[in-house]
């Protein structure tokens, strides 16, 4: 009985002591505002250009939206930089400024000497760049695609058609690849394994390369690809964002071939658009925001991914695919794919490797 009383007598003090201490703390919380909740993560997904009709981008955002959406702990703000390349570095600096965000996600091959530069100025900041290769810098983490590939089994599909007996195969063994802009990843990699991959089929295979000077100027694309078609390409493929779309449509208009990169974009244009890659970077962009979470990144590494560890892949099950291309070319193209996955195909000989 006594005991009871005893232990009543030092529990209600013990409480009255958490209660103060918690309301001292409470009192103090205007002054720890900027400090964030533990495990609270905070990302800035900043968009080189404009989100819709650029697939990279559209994935990036998605795959971070996503994740917030299943993970009370994460909140995510989309920014669209635009299209003006000079303002991105000065954009970059005024959202990092305040210190609101734990990490910058962004995709594109030209972040990475703009993050060095912005976080010379702001050291506690992290940039984690996909589509981009950098290393050796403590505030970025980079995941470099390994784009030669992807354009050296769509360059094959190109070859297998523009020899075929295809409708609008006109046996001039041309192909066409419209890009928004030159930059060192497409000049060194994505065209030349474009070529590569057709010449694999057949080594008299020419290419047609032009260049839109933008990414949204989807007529000066469609006057490309018309001019083309007349120099006798009959298979396309682009890096043009949304300008693409102006490609596409003289492709429809005219009776031309396109293979797309990155996404799945058969069903614009049935029976033109007859191949579609596929970048897993909303699998990525997932996987990099788990493991800033547990706190596994290594910032200062680049990472390379590509067909073999499931990055990159080609959408053969797609009506878009099935149905508009012969059987044999489906045969041909699904064993190339096959012996890429296995790594059968010793591409490095003709200078595609991303070291
Ligand atoms: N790709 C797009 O789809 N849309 C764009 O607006 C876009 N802008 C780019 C700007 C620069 C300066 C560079 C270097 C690349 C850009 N890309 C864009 C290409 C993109 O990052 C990527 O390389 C391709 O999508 C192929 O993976």
Not at 31 to 46: D, E, F, R
Not at 140 to 151: A, D, F, P
Not at 262 to 288: D, F, H, R, W
Request: net charge negative; proline share 4%.
């Amino acid at each position: 009985m006594n005991f009871k009383i005893e232990k009543r007598f030092t529990v209600v003090p013990a409480v009255l002591l958490i209660l103060c201490v918690g309301m001292f703390f409470l009192s103090c919380k205007p002054k720890t505002a900027g400090v964030k909740p533990v495990n609270h993560l905070s990302v800035l997904v900043y968009i080189t250009g404009v989100t819709a009709g650029s697939p990279t981008y559209e994935l990036l955002a998605a795959g971070a939206e996503n994740f917030a959406a299943s993970h009370d702990n994460v909140t995510v703000k989309v920014y669209e930089a635009g299209f003006n390349q000079a303002e991105w570095e000065e954009q970059l600096t005024s959202l990092v400024a305040g210190g609101e965000y734990d990490l910058v996600l962004g995709s594109n091959p030209s972040l990475p000497e703009i993050c060095v530069n912005v976080g010379n100025k702001f050291p506690d900041q992290k940039f984690i760049i996909t589509d981009a290769e950098y290393s050796g810098n403590p505030q970025i983490s980079t995941y470099l695609y390994n784009q030669y590939e992807q354009s050296l089994y769509l360059g094959y599909l190109a070859g297998l058609i523009t020899t075929s007996g295809m409708k609008y195969a006109n046996g001039g063994k041309r192909i066409g690849f419209i890009a928004a802009q030159e930059y060192p990843l497409l000049n060194h990699y994505i065209v030349p394994g474009f070529l590569d991959g057709a010449r694999l089929v057949d080594p008299a295979i020419t290419l047609d390369f032009r260049v839109i000077g933008n990414w949204s100027d989807a007529n000066k694309a469609a006057e490309l690809a018309a001019g083309m078609i007349d120099a006798g390409v009959c298979v396309f493929a682009s890096i043009a964002g949304g300008a693409a779309q102006g490609m596409i449509r003289v492709a429809a208009e005219r009776g031309a071939y396109v293979v797309f990169h990155n996404t799945n974009e058969y069903s614009l244009a049935p029976g033109i658009i007859v191949g579609c890659g596929q970048m897993e970077q909303k699998k990525l962009v997932e996987e990099i925001l788990t493991d800033v979470l547990a706190e596994k990144v290594q910032y200062g590494s680049s990472h390379t991914v590509g067909v073999k560890d499931g990055y990159l892949n080609f959408i053969a099950d797609d009506p878009g695919y099935t149905n508009y291309l012969p059987a044999d070319i489906q045969e041909k193209f699904n064993a190339f794919m096959d012996d890429i996955r296995a790594g059968r195909v010793d591409y490095a000989a003709s200078g595609g490797k991303i070291e």
